[in-house]
T-cell receptor
Framework: GQQLNQSPQSMFIQEGEDVSMNCTSSSIFNTWLWYKQDPGEGPVLLIA?????ELTSNGRLTAQFGITRKDSFLNISASIPSDVGIYFCAGRVNNAGNMLTFGGGTRLMVKP | GAGVSQSPSNKVTEKGKDVELRCDPISGHTALYWYRQSLGQGLEFLIYFQGNSAPDKSGLPSDRFSAERTGGSVSTLTIQRTQQEDSAVYLCASSSVYGYTFGSGTRLTVV
C-alpha cells in the first residue's frame, strides 16, 4: 500500500529557531494535510493543501504541496515552547474516498 | 456534540479479556475512522465507515478486532481476547470533505 516517509523522526531545538520537516511518498496524493498532536490528545489539523505547488501559511507555519505531488514540507518559524508535540503529514487520493495515509510523525521538542 | 467524543479515555484490562471502545462522531459527519497509535509511533489505519456502505476493514490486524457503527452515528471497536501487543491509543475520527476531526483517544493497557 501507500506509505509516507516523514523526516526527521524527532527534533530538539532551541526556542526561537526555525523548524523544517517533510514527507515523501512513492505515489501521488491529491491532498496533503499537516496535523499536530499534543500529549493525551488526538491530532489537530494545522494546514491543508489541495493543489500541486501550493504554498500556504497559518501564522508561523508554512507548508507546501510539492510540484510532483509526492512530497510536502512544513516549516515553523521562530519556535516557541508550545510548539512541542508530534507533527504528522497525511495524504489523500481522490479515488479513496476521504481516506488518509499518515506519515510516522516528527516529535518536536523545544528548549526554552 | 461539538467534537468527536471517545470513551473510556483510559482502559486497563487483563490479558484475555474483551474490551469495547466507543466513539461518538461529529453530528452530520458520514465518515468515521478508527486508528491505532502505539507508543511513539504513527497512526495505523484499522477500519473505515462511510454512510451505509460496507466498511473498509482492511486495516484490522486480526479477527479478534471488529467494529460496528449503529444508525450511521456511534461506533464501537471491540477487541476480543486482548493481548499485550494490543496496548496502544485507539483514535477515532470523523470527517467532512475538508479533513478529519479526531477524538482524544482511548489509551488501552493490557496487563
Amino acid at each position: 500500500g501507500q506509505q509516507l516517509n516523514q523526516s526527521p523522526q524527532s527534533m530538539f531545538i532551541q526556542e526561537g529557531e526555525d523548524v523544517s520537516m517533510n514527507c515523501t511518498s512513492s505515489s501521488i496524493f491529491n491532498t496533503w494535510l499537516w496535523y499536530k498532536q499534543d500529549p493525551g490528545e488526538g491530532p489537530v489539523l494545522l494546514i491543508a493543501l489541495y493543489k500541486a505547488g501550493e504554498l500556504t501559511s497559518n501564522g508561523r507555519l508554512t507548508a507546501q504541496f510539492g510540484i510532483t505531488r509526492k512530497d510536502s514540507f512544513l516549516n515553523i518559524s521562530a519556535s516557541i515552547p508550545s510548539d512541542v508535540g508530534i507533527y504528522f503529514c497525511a495524504g489523500r487520493v481522490n479515488n479513496a474516498g476521504n481516506m488518509l495515509t499518515f506519515g510516522g510523525g516528527t516529535r518536536l521538542m523545544v528548549k526554552p | 456534540g461539538a467534537g468527536v467524543s471517545q470513551s473510556p479515555s483510559n482502559k486497563v484490562t487483563e490479558k484475555g479479556k474483551d474490551v469495547e471502545l466507543r466513539c461518538d462522531p461529529i453530528s452530520g459527519h458520514t465518515a468515521l475512522y478508527w486508528y491505532r497509535q502505539s507508543l511513539g509511533q504513527g497512526l495505523e489505519f484499522l477500519i473505515y465507515f462511510q454512510g451505509n456502505s460496507a466498511p473498509d476493514k482492511s486495516g484490522l490486524p486480526s479477527d479478534r478486532f471488529s467494529a460496528e457503527r449503529t444508525g450511521g452515528s456511534v461506533s464501537t471497536l471491540t477487541i476480543q481476547r486482548t493481548q499485550q501487543e494490543d496496548s496502544a491509543v485507539y483514535l477515532c475520527a470523523s470527517s467532512s470533505v475538508y479533513g478529519y476531526t479526531f477524538g482524544s483517544g482511548t489509551r488501552l493497557t493490557v496487563v
